[in-house]
């Protein structure tokens, strides 16, 4: 069966409602490698100890959300053949450390880039506080889909990746370790895909050992954009988009190197040092302050 853009596109969104607690925020602080030393710097622990809690904004990515529907068989969609292309976030206003909030999930476009090369499916979730019903951040992304192409559709007006300065050398950069461990404590925050885990699934699908989550490596990044560029303060930070270029493994140090593009405005990109890997690429970022 091929994909089913009509019924895909017009499928009605439902409200998914998630309370989050800041043992949720700390678990996945401690996801994304926030507590790699011992004494921790004041900029990390914040991020781990209940009594001087603030909430990563990436912490929006992995709540709210419900991506079950794509399993329906009415859709024609092949899980098995989905890559996740790029992420997007917007914050709209810092979410509080402990809350109840509600998303709204939409599928905004499907690109068609014909029977032999797949195609793109880009979605948005919109997440807002259940109480007042403030509109709090946007979390989007985009999935490649392997063998989806030649549904009939257009390959016009897809979004193209931020491109990278290619002239001068990098404004700043920030080395942050992940640990052996890091895909097991993050899956805790939601995302219990095998390949991150188990050997077995691994070796199936051409690695020698489990990989790291790219939504990992996104938090990383997201670490280290405020580290370098917001003084460690995760009220300032607006915006972070990226694309996915190469998988990570546990253990790898991620080098975010950053390009300063106008004021409150990066780009940036991380490498896998050991291997001198990139790892995501055609980052954007924007903050205040």
Not at 175 to 204: C, F, K, M, W
Request: charged share 25%; proline share 6%.
């Amino acid at each position: 069966m091929s994909l089913n853009y009509q019924l895909i596109k017009s499928r009605a969104s439902e409200r998914v409602v998630q309370q989050y607690s800041k043992k949720d925020a700390i678990l996945y602080a401690l996801g994304v490698g926030a507590a790699t030393e011992n004494p921790l710097a004041p900029e990390d622990l914040q991020f781990v100890f209940e009594r001087k809690c603030q909430l990563l904004p990436t912490f929006a990515t992995v709540i709210a959300g419900d991506s079950r529907w794509m399993a329906d068989p009415s859709y024609g969609l092949n899980l098995n053949l989905f890559l996740h292309g790029e992420q997007f976030l917007t914050i709209h206003r810092p979410l509080p450390t402990d809350g109840t909030v509600f998303g709204i999930e939409s599928v905004d476009e499907i690109y068609d880039k014909g029977a032999d090369k797949g195609a793109v499916m880009y979605l948005s979730r919109k997440i807002h506080d259940q109480e007042s019903g403030e509109l709090l951040a946007t979390s989007g992304l985009s999935i490649f889909m392997r063998g989806h192409g030649g549904f009939g559709g257009t390959a016009e007006g897809q979004p193209v990746p931020y491109p990278m300065p290619t002239r001068r050398d990098r404004d700043d950069a920030l080395d942050l370790v992940t640990r052996p461990e890091q895909a097991v404590i993050y899956r805790l925050s939601g995302d219990d895909n095998p390949l991150h885990i188990d050997p077995e699934v691994a070796h199936a699908v051409g690695f020698d050992r489990p990989i790291l989550h790219g939504m990992c490596s996104y938090g990383v990044a997201g670490r280290a954009i405020l580290k370098l560029r917001c003084g460690s303060d995760a009220g300032r930070l607006r915006k972070l988009n990226v694309r996915f270029a190469n998988p990570v493994f546990p253990g790898e140090t991620l080098r975010t190197e950053v390009w300063d593009v106008a004021p409150g405005k990066v780009a940036f990109r991380v490498k896998a040092v050991e291997r001198d890997v990139i790892a995501l690429n055609n980052g954007y970022a924007e903050f205040v302050g």
